[in-house]
C-alpha cells in the first residue's frame, strides 16, 4: 500500500505542468511504461525475454483503428464499449498463441523466436491492406467522447494513462501472489519440478504471454488514442528495442521499473535535439543503455533501492568511514 | 483426490519386466519389485546401477521402454506423473532443484495444489486458504516451519532435504519414493532427517535408495540390490548381508574405495 503514496503528486502533476510536459512526457511515460510492464511481467516472473510485445500492443492499437472511427475509410465503427473489450481480448489472445509457440524456447531461443514473430507481424501489416491498409495503416485515430469532450483532452488522457498505469501494476502484484502466478514463478526457477509436482508446464507459460499480452493491449490503446495513428512502423523494429530499452534502463527485475525506464526514455527523446544532433537520439540512448547496463545491471530502480537501503541503515555508513580511515 | 481402492489386498506397487534404454544403453532391464502396502523396502547398488533410473520410470519422470509398473492394482505405466500422484505416488529427488525464487510456504503451497488442483486460479491467494493450512502442516511435519517465510535459495542443505520431505508429504501420499534423503548431510544434520523417516506413518509404503549401507539395513525390512541395471538379490537385511554375490559387487567394492 505504500506504493499508493507515489499516486498523490502523480495525481497534482497537471496543476503544475503545461499541456506539452503533460502530454508529451507524462503520459507519452506512461503508456510507454505500461508497454513495457509487459515485458518486465515476462522477464521477472516467467524469466523469458520476448520481442513480440510491440506485436501484442499493435494488435490492440490496429483494433481499435479498425473499429473505430479513422480517415482512412477502412474498416467497420463498432461503440468504444465494443471495440476497447475487443481490442484486450485480441491483445491477449495474441499473448497466448506467442506463448504457445515459443513455450519451448529459453533465452537467446525465446528472443529469436519473439523477434521473428514481431518482424513477421509488422511485414504482414505492410502487406496487407484489407485489415492493415498496408504500410500507410490508419490515419485519423479518434479517441472516444464521454459527454462531449474527447479522452484526447491532455488532462483526460493523463488521468485515463495514469490510471490504466496504476490499475497494471496492481494487477501485477497480485496476480503474482495467485496460485497460478506463483506457478509461472516456479517454471521460471525450475520448470521440471513442476512437472513432477503434476502441473502442466505449457499452461503457465501460455497464461503468462496472454496476461503479458493484456497488459501490452492496455498500453497499445492508449498508444493509438496518444499517437491518433497506427501503423506498420508502430509495430517494427524501431518500438520493439523502444520497449527492450526502456524495460532494461528500468529494470527487469522489479514491474515498476519500466515506468522509472520510460521516464529517462522519453526524457531523452524528447530533449535530445537540445542537447545533440537530432540524428544523435541513438547514439545517445546507447550510451546510456551501455552505462546502465555496466554501472547498474539490475536498472535505475534496483539503483534506486540500493541507495535507499542504504540511506536507511545508518550504521553502513560509518562503517564504510571506517573502512577508508 | 479421494482414490477408490477396489484392490484393497492388491501390492502397493507391483513392477513386471521393467526395462529404460537410453539409445543403445540400457539403464536398468527385466526388474521385477513387489512392494507391499506399507512396507519399507531399501534399494542398493553402487553408482550406476540404475537405481534412480528405476524411480525416473516409477514416477513417469522418464517412460518405461519395456514392462508394466502396477499401484494398488491399477496399471500406470502409461499415465503422465499427475495421474499417478493423484494414486498416491510421490518421490523426492536426490539432487533438490527447488524453487530458488518462491518461499518454503509457496512451495509447500504449489506441492498441495499440485495434488489437489486449482494452481490455475488467478486471484491472489488468502492466507485462510485451505492449502495454505495444509502446507503449513506440511512444514511442521518436515521441520522447515521457522523458515516458512524464507526463500529457498536461502536454506541450508539440510534444510532443503527436509523441504524435499515436505514437498513428498503433500495431501497423504501412500508410495513415497525416497532418492538419497540423507545424501550431502553433516553428521549433525543426519539424525534429524532419520527421526523424520521414521515418524513417517505406519500405513505409508517407503521406497528408500541409500547409500549408507548402515541407516538402509535399519531403517528397512527388505532390501533390494540392483546391479548394472539389473535386479541382483532380494531378500531381509540379514539375506542380504549374508549374500556373497552382493558382498561381492557392492559391499566388497564400497571397502575397495
Same mark, same amino acid.
Given at each position: 500500500?505504500?506504493?499508493?503514496?507515489?499516486?498523490?503528486?502523480?495525481?497534482?502533476?497537471?496543476?503544475?505542468?503545461?499541456?506539452?510536459?503533460?502530454?508529451?512526457?507524462? @503520459?507519452?511515460?506512461?503508456?510507454?511504461?505500461?508497454?513495457?510492464?509487459?515485458?518486465?511481467?515476462?522477464?521477472?516472473?516467467?524469466?523469458?525475454?520476448?520481442?513480440?510485445?510491440? @506485436?501484442?500492443?499493435?494488435?490492440?492499437?490496429?483494433?481499435?483503428?479498425?473499429?473505430?472511427?479513422?480517415?482512412?475509410?477502412?474498416?467497420?465503427?463498432?461503440?468504444?464499449?465494443?471495440?476497447?473489450?475487443?481490442?484486450?481480448?485480441?491483445?491477449?489472445?495474441?499473448?497466448?498463441?506467442?506463448?504457445?509457440?515459443?513455450?519451448?524456447?529459453?533465452?537467446?531461443?525465446?528472443?529469436?523466436?519473439?523477434?521473428?514473430?514481431?518482424?513477421?507481424?509488422?511485414?504482414?501489416?505492410?502487406?496487407?491492406?484489407?485489415?492493415?491498409?498496408?504500410? @500507410?495503416?490508419?490515419?485519423?485515430?479518434?479517441?472516444?467522447?464521454?459527454?462531449?469532450?474527447?479522452?484526447?483532452?491532455?488532462?483526460?488522457?493523463?488521468?485515463?494513462?495514469?490510471?490504466?498505469?496504476?490499475?497494471?501494476?496492481?494487477?501485477?502484484?497480485?496476480?503474482?501472489?495467485?496460485?497460478?502466478?506463483?506457478?509461472?514463478?516456479?517454471?521460471?526457477?525450475?520448470?521440471?519440478?513442476?512437472?513432477?509436482?503434476?502441473?502442466?508446464?505449457?499452461?503457465?507459460?501460455?497464461?503468462?504471454?496472454?496476461?503479458?499480452?493484456?497488459?501490452?493491449?492496455?498500453?497499445?490503446?492508449?498508444?493509438?488514442?496518444?499517437?491518433?495513428?497506427?501503423?506498420?512502423?508502430?509495430?517494427?523494429?524501431?518500438?520493439?528495442?523502444?520497449?527492450?530499452?526502456?524495460?532494461?534502463?528500468?529494470?527487469?527485475?522489479?514491474?515498476?521499473?519500466?515506468?522509472?525506464?520510460?521516464?529517462?526514455?522519453?526524457?531523452?527523446?524528447?530533449?535530445?535535439?537540445?542537447?545533440?544532433?537530432?540524428?544523435?537520439?541513438?547514439?545517445?540512448?546507447?550510451?546510456?543503455?551501455?552505462?546502465?547496463?555496466?554501472?547498474?545491471?539490475?536498472?535505475?530502480?534496483?539503483?534506486?533501492?540500493?541507495?535507499?537501503?542504504?540511506?536507511?541503515?545508518?550504521?553502513?555508513?560509518?562503517?564504510?568511514?571506517?573502512?577508508?580511515? | 483426490?479421494?482414490?477408490?481402492?477396489?484392490?484393497?489386498?492388491?501390492?502397493?506397487?507391483?513392477?513386471?519386466?521393467?526395462?529404460?534404454?537410453?539409445?543403445?544403453?540400457?539403464?536398468?532391464?527385466?526388474?521385477?519389485?513387489?512392494?507391499?502396502?506399507?512396507?519399507?523396502?531399501?534399494?542398493?547398488?553402487?553408482?550406476?546401477?540404475?537405481?534412480?533410473?528405476?524411480?525416473?520410470?516409477?514416477?513417469?519422470?522418464?517412460?518405461?521402454?519395456?514392462?508394466?509398473?502396477?499401484?494398488?492394482?491399477?496399471?500406470?505405466?502409461?499415465?503422465?506423473?499427475?495421474?499417478?500422484?493423484?494414486?498416491? &505416488?510421490?518421490?523426492?529427488?536426490?539432487?533438490? !532443484?527447488?524453487?530458488?525464487?518462491?518461499?518454503?510456504?509457496?512451495?509447500?503451497?504449489?506441492?498441495?495444489?499440485?495434488?489437489?488442483?486449482?494452481?490455475?486460479?488467478?486471484?491472489?491467494?488468502?492466507?485462510?486458504?485451505?492449502?495454505?493450512?495444509?502446507?503449513?502442516?506440511?512444514?511442521?511435519?518436515?521441520?522447515?516451519?521457522?523458515?516458512?517465510?524464507?526463500?529457498?535459495?536461502?536454506?541450508?542443505?539440510?534444510?532443503?532435504?527436509? &523441504?524435499?520431505?515436505?514437498?513428498? &508429504?503433500?495431501?497423504?501420499?501412500?508410495?513415497?519414493?525416497?532418492?538419497?534423503?540423507?545424501?550431502?548431510?553433516?553428521?549433525?544434520?543426519?539424525?534429524?532427517?532419520?527421526?523424520?523417516?521414521?515418524?513417517?506413518?505406519?500405513?505409508?509404503?517407503?521406497? &528408500?535408495?541409500?547409500?549408507?549401507?548402515?541407516?538402509?539395513?535399519?531403517?528397512?525390512?527388505?532390501?533390494?540390490?540392483?546391479?548394472?541395471?539389473?535386479?541382483?538379490?532380494?531378500?531381509?537385511?540379514?539375506?542380504?548381508?549374508?549374500?556373497?554375490?552382493?558382498?561381492?559387487?557392492?559391499?566388497?567394492?564400497?571397502?575397495? !574405495?
Amino acid at each position: 500500500m505504500k506504493q499508493a503514496l507515489i499516486l498523490i503528486p502523480l495525481l497534482a502533476l497537471p496543476l503544475v505542468l503545461n499541456d506539452f510536459w503533460l502530454t508529451q512526457v507524462a @503520459t507519452r511515460s506512461l503508456i510507454l511504461g505500461v508497454m513495457a510492464l509487459s515485458l518486465s511481467f515476462l522477464a521477472t516472473y516467467l524469466g523469458v525475454v520476448s520481442f513480440a510485445q510491440a @506485436t501484442m500492443a499493435g494488435i490492440a492499437g490496429y483494433t481499435i483503428a479498425y473499429f473505430g472511427p479513422n480517415t482512412v475509410g477502412v474498416g467497420t465503427p463498432l461503440p468504444f464499449w465494443v471495440t476497447i473489450p475487443m481490442a484486450l481480448i485480441f491483445a491477449t489472445l495474441s499473448g497466448a498463441l506467442v506463448g504457445l509457440i515459443a513455450r519451448r524456447s529459453r533465452g537467446i531461443y525465446a528472443i529469436m523466436i519473439t523477434l521473428a514473430i514481431g518482424v513477421a507481424f509488422f511485414y504482414f501489416t505492410r502487406q496487407n491492406y484489407t485489415l492493415f491498409n498496408g504500410w @500507410t495503416g490508419f490515419s485519423g485515430v479518434r479517441a472516444p467522447e464521454v459527454a462531449g469532450v474527447s479522452l484526447r483532452n491532455p488532462l483526460l488522457l493523463y488521468l485515463l494513462s495514469l490510471s490504466t498505469a496504476g490499475i497494471a501494476l496492481a494487477l501485477v502484484s497480485g496476480f503474482v501472489r495467485s496460485p497460478l502466478g506463483l506457478t509461472i514463478q516456479a517454471v521460471r526457477d525450475a520448470p521440471g519440478r513442476v512437472l513432477a509436482l503434476g502441473i502442466s508446464v505449457t499452461t503457465p507459460i501460455v497464461a503468462a504471454f496472454a496476461f503479458s499480452g493484456l497488459l501490452a493491449g492496455a498500453g497499445g490503446i492508449l498508444n493509438v488514442w496518444y499517437q491518433e495513428r497506427i501503423s506498420s512502423f508502430s509495430v517494427g523494429l524501431g518500438p520493439i528495442i523502444d520497449i527492450l530499452i526502456i524495460s532494461v534502463i528500468g529494470g527487469l527485475r522489479h514491474p515498476g521499473g519500466a515506468f522509472v525506464g520510460a521516464v529517462v526514455f522519453v526524457l531523452l527523446d524528447t530533449f535530445a535535439v537540445d542537447l545533440i544532433d537530432r540524428e544523435r537520439f541513438n547514439t545517445l540512448i546507447g550510451v546510456v543503455l551501455l552505462l546502465i547496463v555496466i554501472v547498474a545491471p539490475g536498472g535505475l530502480q534496483q539503483l534506486a533501492q540500493d541507495w535507499a537501503a542504504r540511506l536507511r541503515s545508518p550504521q553502513a555508513k560509518p562503517k564504510q568511514a571506517s573502512e577508508h580511515s | 483426490m479421494p482414490v477408490n481402492h477396489s484392490h484393497t489386498n492388491a501390492n502397493a506397487l507391483e513392477v513386471r519386466g521393467v526395462g529404460k534404454r537410453f539409445g543403445g544403453f540400457w539403464a536398468v532391464q527385466g526388474i521385477d519389485l513387489t512392494v507391499r502396502p506399507g512396507e519399507r523396502r531399501a534399494i542398493l547398488g553402487p553408482n550406476g546401477a540404475g537405481k534412480t533410473s528405476l524411480f525416473n520410470v516409477l514416477t513417469g519422470d522418464t517412460s518405461a521402454t519395456t514392462g508394466s509398473i502396477t499401484l494398488f492394482g491399477d496399471s500406470v505405466t502409461r499415465k503422465p506423473i499427475n495421474k499417478r500422484i493423484q494414486r498416491g &505416488l510421490r518421490r523426492t529427488y536426490q539432487h533438490a !532443484h527447488l524453487f530458488n525464487g518462491l518461499t518454503v510456504r509457496d512451495t509447500l503451497f504449489l506441492a498441495v495444489a499440485g495434488v489437489r488442483g486449482g494452481w490455475l486460479q488467478v486471484l491472489p491467494l488468502r492466507a485462510s486458504d485451505e492449502r495454505m493450512t495444509e502446507a503449513e502442516r506440511l512444514a511442521e511435519i518436515a521441520g522447515v516451519t521457522d523458515v516458512l517465510d524464507r526463500e529457498t535459495s536461502e536454506l541450508s542443505h539440510g534444510q532443503r532435504r527436509q &523441504l524435499e520431505i515436505g514437498i513428498a &508429504l503433500a495431501e497423504n501420499p501412500k508410495v513415497l519414493l525416497l532418492d538419497e534423503p540423507a545424501a550431502g548431510l553433516s553428521p549433525a544434520e543426519r539424525p534429524k532427517l532419520s527421526a523424520l523417516l521414521m515418524s513417517l506413518p505406519k500405513d505409508v509404503t517407503v521406497v &528408500l535408495i541409500e547409500h549408507d549401507m548402515d541407516i538402509a539395513l535399519q531403517t528397512s525390512e527388505s532390501v533390494s540390490v540392483l546391479y548394472n541395471g539389473r535386479m541382483l538379490a532380494e531378500g531381509s537385511p540379514d539375506e542380504i548381508m549374508r549374500n556373497e554375490e552382493v558382498h561381492r559387487v557392492y559391499i566388497g567394492g564400497a571397502h575397495g !574405495h
